[in-house]
């Protein structure tokens, strides 16, 4: 099991994926790797004093930045929460 200074130093990670948010976007994966999935939330949804994302974009991209932003983009779908999207974003990752 890693160590309390090793996880505070990796940052959120979901799956043994680091997940790094800016904004209202989160990358899902590791640069180093062929794929990162993007997740773009929208429709913010009020439920006690907090946000939800509405509706989440995912879209899985390649890190070859040689490439047009057209044909970086893989793969597409859209989900009506977070956790429907995180998981979709996980098996896509996992299988290529």
Known sequence: MPSKAKAAQQGLVYKGRP????GNTIYYGDMADEHVAMLQLFAPEALADM??????????ISTDETLKPQE????R???DN???A???AAIW???I
Not at 19 to 22: A, H, K, L, T
Request: proline fraction near 3%; charge should be positive; avoid cysteine.
């Open 19 to 22: 997940m790094i948010r800016s």
């Open 51 to 60: 946000k939800l994302p509405g509706k989440v974009t995912i879209q899985l």
């Open 72 to 75: 970086r983009v893989k793969k």
């Open 77 to 79: 779908a859209e989900k």
């Open 82 to 84: 977070l956790y429907e």
């Open 86 to 88: 995180i998981n979709i």
């Open 93 to 95: 990752l996992e299988r």
